[in-house]
Nanobody
Framework: QVQLVESGGGLVQPGGSLRLSCAAS????????MAWYRQPPGKQRELVAD???????NYADSVKGRFTISRDNAKNTVYLQMDSLKPEDTAVYYC???????????????WGQGTQVTVSS
């Protein structure tokens, strides 16, 4: 069974920083693209940033210059460094990855359980 487990959420004041981590576990052959999404209260889930296996990165306009996505392929982990946080960044943050299981023929989309980020004074 493949799982994505997020950590690092919490309460932070405006202007502060948080670092989210998401580790994939299970019998994994290959992880392709990894991404962070978020769902603010009462709104739809939206892409925050994604990163390909070879390191190509894409950011939502709302987080450019403030958030940094990175990954460690040896650890099957993706990170999201969030700086200069704003109240509008408050959301549940979800990790997403395209994973091929060992012995499997296809890649499947996996999601983490979500971690709450609250930016408030």
């Amino acid at each position: 069974q493949v799982q994505l487990v997020e950590s690092g959420g919490g309460l932070v004041q405006p202007g502060g920083s948080l670092r989210l981590s998401c580790a994939a576990s299970g019998i994994i052959s290959r992880i392709n693209a990894m991404a962070w999404y978020r769902q603010p209260p009462g709104k739809q889930r939206e892409l925050v940033a994604d990163i390909t296996r070879d390191g190509r990165i894409n950011y939502a306009d709302s987080v450019k210059g403030r958030f940094t996505i990175s990954r460690d392929n040896a650890k099957n982990t993706v990170y999201l460094q969030m700086d200069s946080l704003k109240p509008e960044d408050t959301a549940v943050y979800y990790c997403n990855a395209g994973i091929k299981r060992l012995g499997g023929a296809y890649e499947y989309d996996y999601w983490g359980q979500g971690t709450q980020v609250t930016v408030s004074s």
